[in-house]
């Protein structure tokens, strides 16, 4: 197999997308749900993720743009069990209010590792992520 580590993360063709045409780097999610629409809201709401409403089948674009995915019910919720993704916030605080505020709940209060604050939550679902901020709370 050919390392592709070094090729351009250039458009391959003029309806491509340049952010998530990134080699290596993670940039599609199926994040499994019982209810699309709910999780949909929530992280629109909590993470201001850009969110395409199809009713039976939402996708969203992360907050940098260099994720997308779609919420999937085919999939079983594994809650900690599973790969736990971490989004970067401004505030973890600030974003732990929000999401206990439209539904989700906090796994693991702030807690530095380095010069990091970092927290994990489990969102409506059950569906467990971590979010972290640089420096100091």
């Known amino acids: 197999m050919v390392n592709d580590s070094k090729k351009s993360s250039k458009r391959t063709t003029d309806n491509d997308d340049p952010h998530v045409f990134r080699i290596n780097g993670i940039s599609y999610m199926r994040v499994p749900t019982h209810n699309a629409k709910r999780s ?9 993720w850009k ?6 089948h939402p996708s969203f674009e992360d907050g940098s743009g260099h994720v ?3 919420w999937v019910t085919d999939l079983e919720v594994v809650g900690e069990a599973g ?15 929000k999401i206990k505020s439209n539904g989700g709940e906090v796994v693991r209060d702030p807690y530095p590792e380095g010069g990091l604050w970092v927290a994990t939550f489990r969102d409506p679902e059950g569906n467990v992520l971590g979010i972290w901020q640089s420096g100091p709370l």
Request: glycine content about 4%.
């Open 51 to 56: 969110v395409r409403s199809d009713p039976n």
């Open 83 to 97: 790969v736990v993704p971490y989004i970067y916030v401004a505030s973890v605080e600030n974003t732990l209010q």
């Open 68 to 70: 997308i995915g779609h």
């Open 40 to 48: 949909a809201e929530f992280y629109e709401t909590v993470f201001a």
